[in-house]
């Protein structure tokens, strides 16, 4: 005899009890996704580019002449060259001037006037220049 029921065995239906909880199994599955950080690292290049200045100097030189001149009037004692005894005519000392001159040529030549022999003023000497 089953006794189940409480009393003979005999078919009293299907009793359902609660559920026992029993702790939770815990499974790890794992997942993998790609994620792109970019990471710069900048350098730079400086190039130096060294020029060096040679400094040439020349020093032209030039030379110059000058020439001075000076002038001086002397007033000299006696009758001076070109002067003889007594007065003789000959040219005079210029246009318009009739007078005495200094004998032979005077400033102007073909000039008439009374004038003492003797070279008197002719024509400047050779000078060298």
């Known amino acids: 005899m089953n006794r189940h029921c409480g009393g003979p065995v005999k078919n009293c239906g299907t009793q359902v009890l609660p559920a026992v909880v029993h702790p939770t199994k815990c499974c ?20 130096v580019h060294h020029q060096n200045i040679v400094h040439q100097h020349y020093f032209p030189h030039t030379e110059s002449n000058v020439t001075q001149v000076t002038n001086q009037n002397v007033v000299m004692p006696g009758p001076g060259p070109g002067f003889g005894p007594g007065m003789m005519p000959g040219p005079g000392f210029g246009p318009g001037m009739p007078g005495p001159g200094m004998g032979g040529q005077g400033f102007c030549q073909g000039m008439q006037g009374p004038g003492m022999p003797g070279s008197g003023f002719g024509p400047r000497p050779n000078f060298p220049f």
């Open 28 to 47: 790890v599955k794992h997942t993998q996704s790609n994620i792109i950080q970019p990471e710069i690292h900048p350098s730079h290049t400086t190039n």
